[in-house]
């Protein structure tokens, strides 16, 4: 189910939109293998007819599954659109598409939502990244030798 709006509801009065939109629906087309989503999109719009066009404000949240690009830990990053705003004109060369007296605002949602993903997901601004041993590789985790390694004989 898309976010749709029926215009005919528009015509006496504005519109309260509250819920979930799934995943699949937004058809994000994610190709970053550092995030993932599985969690709805939620939504919380007021959408009424102005002259000539639709204006939708609201707040759309979406919660991503990230890696860490340093340390590769996973961790979790809300984007939050807290004052979204659109205007969709019905009329002129810009105007939006109308089916069956609907217009569908899934793809304004989409891309405005994929603009705030992150580049380059960090856990936290100063993440240290991996730590090295002396062979020069990787740990996730210290090795119980490392605190063998500081006594000295």
């Known amino acids: 189910m898309s976010l749709k709006v029926n215009l ?43 002259a000539h066009g639709v204006l939708v404000q609201g707040k759309l949240e979406l919660t991503l599954d990230c890696q860490c690009v340093r340390c590769l830990k996973s961790f979790e990053k809300t984007i939050v659109l807290p004052n979204w705003t659109l205007h969709l004109p019905l009329e002129g060369e810009e105007k939006t598409t109308v089916e069956n007296d609907c217009i569908d605002l ?32 990787a740990e996730t985790s210290p090795p119980a030798w490392n605190e063998l390694d500081k006594l000295n004989f």
């Open 8 to 50: 005919r509801h528009l015509e006496e009065d504005s519109l309260h939109l509250k819920g979930e939109l799934p995943v699949e629906e937004l058809d994000l087309g994610i190709t970053d293998e550092m995030i993932a989503v599985k969690k709805p999109v939620q939504y919380d719009l007021e959408v009424e007819e102005v």
């Open 106 to 137: 899934t793809p304004f949602a989409r891309e405005d939502m994929l603009l705030e993903f992150p580049r380059h997901p960090l856990c936290k601004a100063d993440c240290g990244g991996l730590k090295k041993n002396r062979r020069g590789k």
